[in-house]
């Protein structure tokens, strides 16, 4: 809960605190006006019952004042001419549309047209359209061919590393077979052997 509190040298009258509460209690002179004159007891009266039976009888008096102003409207032309004809008489902007003023027609037809013509399609606007799907159809179509020839590289060198792997199995054998074949105790048996030569240290 917050609580203001006062300024401990705080009067009612001391303008000079500034701040707090004070803002809202300062005292501040109104000048009023003077009515003419004083009014009786008795007028004030009579114009409080006067209030009070116009609030009470609203519909009574606004009934009054409609056949107050339908009497007014009844009244002879010549109270009614006081106005001038210039005072009643619409002026140029409201009747441009009555008059039939053409150039007012033509814009509006202008403005019509200008809001369809602006959904169109120039040639330019089209040529442009056609080259960007033109384009766009191009990619696409290099995209799935290089899907095609990607894949079909790529079954190509799988058969490549097939068939090197199986050579690289078969030079390995034959060096395996060549290690043997030309090994010292295989060449020195065959020499003893099978061509009856003398092995000598």
């Known amino acids: 809960m917050i609580t203001t509190r006062r300024p401990e040298r705080y009067s009612a009258t001391d303008n000079s605190v500034r701040g707090g509460v004070d803002l809202l209690e300062r005292e501040v002179a109104y000048e009023t006006v003077a009515p003419q004159r004083e009014e009786s007891r008795e007028e004030a009266k009579a114009r409080m019952q006067r209030n009070l039976d116009r609030l009470l009888n ?3 008096y606004s009934e009054m004042e409609a056949e107050e102003a339908a009497a007014v409207e009844d009244a002879p032309a010549e109270e009614i001419k006081a106005y001038s004809d210039e005072d009643i008489r619409p002026t140029t902007t409201t009747t441009q549309f009555i008059d039939g003023d053409p150039q007012i027609f033509n814009d509006a037809e202008k403005s019509k047209s200008e809001r369809k013509s602006s959904y169109k399609l120039n040639g330019k606007g089209k040529l442009v359209i056609a080259l960007y799907a033109l ?3 191009v990619i696409l179509a290099l995209i799935v061919l290089n899907t095609g020839v990607l894949r079909s ?8 590393n097939a068939t090197y792997s199986a050579r690289v ?3 390995t054998a034959q060096s395996a077979e060549i290690a043997n074949l030309s090994s010292e105790e295989r060449i020195v048996d065959l020499a003893v052997n099978e061509y009856d030569m003398v092995y000598g240290n």
């Not at 590289?153 to 490549?160: I, T, Y």
């Open 135 to 137: 384009v766009v159809s």
């Open 153 to 160: 590289l790529s079954r190509d060198v799988a058969s490549l």
């Open 169 to 171: 199995a078969e030079l």
């Open 58 to 60: 609203y519909d009574r």
